[in-house]
């Protein structure tokens, strides 16, 4: 049996969707009046020689990002949560928490879709304000929260553990 491949594709897609989040909230303090001078001091203190004007165009950029990589990790967990399924219906602890992460990172994909498709025609892709919310206080926290459900099914369940020399439970 081969080595699971999802584990090896959900880094890219984790990186880049936090990466757009702290783009898309450095930009909205630097543009909120009462934050604005905070970031500029902060800027200039850390001797960051981009300007935060700058910030809208990799945001939009790792958003696109976040879309390409986010591909083959959509399509190699549900390819690995299949079998899971199949064996053992939706009634298991394992397939239930499978299905959970599922659908978080799936909102998280069709919020990073929805950024891209809205700031695609925007003037230096300035994010709206629900750009920012859906970028910032939707998907980070989201993120967050699939990542410690698939480390869940790994350690405690053993999803992607094969071969007799596995040692994670295999409770349900």
């Known amino acids: 049996m081969s080595h699971p491949t999802h584990p090896a594709t959900v880094h890219f897609p984790i990186t880049t969707t936090l990466l757009t989040g702290a783009l898309d909230a450095v930009y909205f303090l630097s543009t909120y009046a009462p934050t604005s001078s905070v970031v500029a001091s902060t800027f200039k203190t850390l001797e960051i020689a981009i300007q935060p004007s700058m910030l809208p165009v990799l945001s939009y950029y790792t958003t696109i990002l976040t879309l390409l990589f986010s591909a083959p990790a959509v399509a190699t967990g549900a390819y690995e949560l299949m079998p899971v399924i199949k064996r053992d219906g939706f ?14 990172n799936d909102i998280t994909v069709f919020g ?3 950024n891209w498709w809205s700031r695609r025609s925007t003037a230096a892709f300035i994010p709206s304000n629900e ?4 970028s910032t206080l939707m998907a980070v926290p989201a993120t967050f929260f699939a990542a410690y459900l698939g480390g869940s099914l790994v350690y405690q ?4 553990f094969r071969g007799s020399s596995a040692k994670a439970k295999k409770t349900q």
């Open 157 to 160: 369940y053993g999803m992607g």
């Open 131 to 134: 750009n920012v919310l859906v």
């Open 112 to 114: 990073a879709l929805y």
């Open 91 to 104: 009634s298991s602890k394992k397939a239930q928490i499978g299905i959970l992460h599922a659908i978080v």
